[in-house]
């Protein structure tokens, strides 16, 4: 797996893993498994947040996992650790004032077994507390060394523009990367999105990544394995010409839809008008290996171009 200096200088796979099942839904064996691969095939980039798994547990597991793995594997150093603060846990507890980040940093840190995190995002926006409370909370951690660099996740664009420019003139940390929802097919328009601060990856928020050189990690980009299940895709997404184009190609590349969506997604920065994309997936043993088969697929400008033009 090739490594990408991110523009905040963290240097990442190109490709994160989710980790929000681990220790819940995954079992810690199978999770185990999955990092190990994850590593030795030379991810970096892990993606977990203060209260995975809280709808199939208590919200602990995933970074109470993380940090016996990272223990157990003396690899704390070569791993770049993302984590959240901001939502709710059992309908409790969501919000980005001072306290709750000062709170849950700590309670992440501890878990995860470190006394620093790569990247803090901040999960959802919190529009009812003061901007500048939340940013020079984040921006005191920084300080502190407990946070190398702060991301933004589920927050429109000008939203984050605003909190760029108020850290500009107070000289506080600013976000440098984006987890947004994004992936191969588009959202159909007909259907409202369930909850509408994880809207799907749109163009304006494309022009918007590029025109900040902000890199988007894209969650659920494999539409939760939709593209191997097609009863999976539920009505949120068009299936359609992009589903079916998408089929042919991996068919005649010898690879999954799935992984020639990982091959999509890595290499789009190429055609302008697109950011930097690091995929982020969740999935088994056997589908993470299928899914970096993608890596190693080769897709020409005219290819990738055929591909977005549908
Ligand atoms: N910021 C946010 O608000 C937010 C929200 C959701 C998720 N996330 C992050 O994004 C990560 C991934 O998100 P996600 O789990 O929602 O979506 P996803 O990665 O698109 O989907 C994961 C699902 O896809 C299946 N899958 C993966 N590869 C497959 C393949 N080749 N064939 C068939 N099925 C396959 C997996 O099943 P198997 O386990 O059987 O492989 C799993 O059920 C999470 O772990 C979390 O870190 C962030």
Redesign the pocket.
């Known amino acids: 797996m090739k490594k990408i200096l991110l523009p905040n200088g963290l240097t990442v796979s190109e490709v994160a893993l989710?980790?929000?099942?681990f220790g819940t839904v995954t079992e810690k064996k199978e999770a185990y498994r999955v990092l190990d691969a994850y590593l030795d095939m030379g991810g970096n980039f892990v993606?977990?947040s203060n209260n995975y798994a809280h709808w199939a547990g208590t919200g602990d597991e995933s970074e109470t996992l993380l940090g016996e793995w990272l223990r157990d594997r003396g690899c704390r150093d070569r791993v770049v650790l993302a984590t959240?603060v901001g939502f709710d846990r059992h309908g409790v507890g969501a919000g980005l004032k001072k306290a709750q980040i000062e709170y849950w940093i700590d309670e992440s840190l501890r878990k995860l077994g470190t006394d620093y995190v790569d990247l803090y995002y901040a999960?959802s926006d919190d529009p009812a507390t003061p901007m500048e409370e939340t940013m020079e909370a984040f921006h005191a951690l920084v300080k502190k060394g407990k946070v190398r660099a702060l991301g933004t996740?589920?927050f429109d664009t000008w939203r984050v523009a605003e909190a760029n420019a108020l850290a500009k003139a107070k000289e506080l940390t600013p976000y440098t990367v984006m987890?947004q929802r994004f992936t191969y097919l588009y959202p159909r328009s007909s259907v409202a999105p369930k909850y509408t601060y994880?809207e799907i990856t749109g163009r304006e928020r494309l022009r918007f990544l590029c025109d900040k050189n902000m890199p988007l990690v894209s969650?659920?980009?494999?539409?939760?394995?939709a593209y191997?299940?097609p009863e999976r895709l539920g009505d949120e997404y068009e299936g359609g010409a992009r589903l079916a184009a998408l089929r042919e190609l991996a068919a005649e590349k010898g690879v999954?839809p799935?992984a020639l969506v990982v091959a999509w997604l890595t290499n789009i920065h190429r055609l302008a008008g697109y950011p930097r994309v690091i995929p982020?997936?969740?999935?088994?043993y056997a589908?993470l290996l299928?899914?970096l088969r993608g890596l190693s697929v080769t897709l020409t400008d005219e290819e990738l171009q055929a591909m977005n033009e549908l």
């Open positions: 989710g980790a929000m099942n993606d977990t959240k999960h996740s589920n987890q994880n969650y659920s980009c494999l539409c939760k394995g191997e299940s999954t799935s982020l997936f969740s999935a088994s589908h299928e899914n």
